[in-house]
């Protein structure tokens, strides 16, 4: 199997100049990067995180396809009803690992399902799905660990009250929490998601891999992608571990060269939702207590017609991570006719759209390498499965020991606790009633700022 890759030149002084990490700097942080290995072990030694072994849980993985086997054939989709990181996850998997407007594609038995994700609490996308889908060819996968999430439980309501109960699945704690108790009691089909697994570091859960079995997609690939990533970023060697290069980096310019936004910036459209993806697992790990670096997810090409300018010539407080296959699926041969005796069209005539989008990567980077705008490359050998799941534990693993390296916890989320609370006290919820006193108050409208 070949390996995923990564070029790091670009964010460094070989590459961009002074602009670039010294040899010395990050010889300097060899130590302290070390440490933030040791310290993600020792939470793994201690059973307080669980994402570096689920690649080795085959037995949860197959449990997954069977269910997916057993679903009666005239079902044809899968509608995923989570938010976050019971959403994202899935959601990245499905788009990269098949066919483009795939949801789109006309159902037959026989073919791979197609997955939905409503994802968010806006009533109007809500009640378009329920229109739009067929109740006798419909599941309903619930997802969310701590089984109260008001968006989530919002739906489960409305479906609960719609369509018929065996075709709910629910996807939660293994023993705690309102939806585990829920699928108890009423004897819901119910897949656990590790005590020790947080939302943004389970897509090689049920979270993500049930979806993905469902959709017919390759989930031993993506465990064996995984897998083979994760034995690569267990050494405490910098150099040698590409997880800890990338975290090293990145917080080095976040800190040192103050350039606290990193862009992800996929030349490839079915690796965009992957960027969504990195975005939550990035900010909502380190995002505290004032330090962290904010991740924004851009799209080649489509972006150097939008953003590229920004990018290259303004404010240089940001660093740029491409992400590319080496090998594309099946090209377009651009043909030549007519058309290739225009001057400003003829260059592309038995050309190849893949050569295009190629040769569009190349000319980003150079632009912003003459600039001085730290960059680097992630290489996936193909969009395949376990591609997929290679970068998706790379990235895990490089937040996991970003962590201790910006000084902050990875693996909890107080800003956005706080945010749920005080939606339960605007709603009412029994308990919260000190976070309803402060949404009272909240100072009045000003009458001189309303317009």
Known sequence: MSRLSLDLTGMMEAGVGHAGIHEAELAQLATSAADAVEQTLALRRAGTIGFLDLPDDTATARSCMDYARELPAEVDTMVVLGIGGSSLGPQSLYAALTPAYDIAR????????RLLFPDNSDPETFRALLDTVDPARTVWNVVTKSGSTAETAAQLMVVADRFARDRIVVTTDPEAGALRALANDLDLRAFAIPANVGGRFSVFTPVGLLPAAVAGLDVMGLCDGARAMRDRVLTTEVRANPALMLASLLHLHAGARKRPMVVM??????LYSLGDWFRQLWGESLGKSGRGSTPIVSRGATDQHSQLQLYADGPDDKVYVFVAPAERGADIEIPGGELAGIDAYGYLAGRRMGELIDAELRGTIASLRSRGRPHCTITLPR????SVGAFAMLWQAATAFAGPLFGVPPFD?????QAKRLTYAALGRDGYEDEARSLKDAPPPDPRYQL
């Open 383 to 386: 969009v395949d499965a376990p």
């Open 106 to 113: 006309p159902r037959s038995p026989g073919m791979p399902r």
């Open 265 to 270: 910036m996929p030349y490839a459209d079915a």
């Open 413 to 417: 989320q107080p800003g956005v606790e």
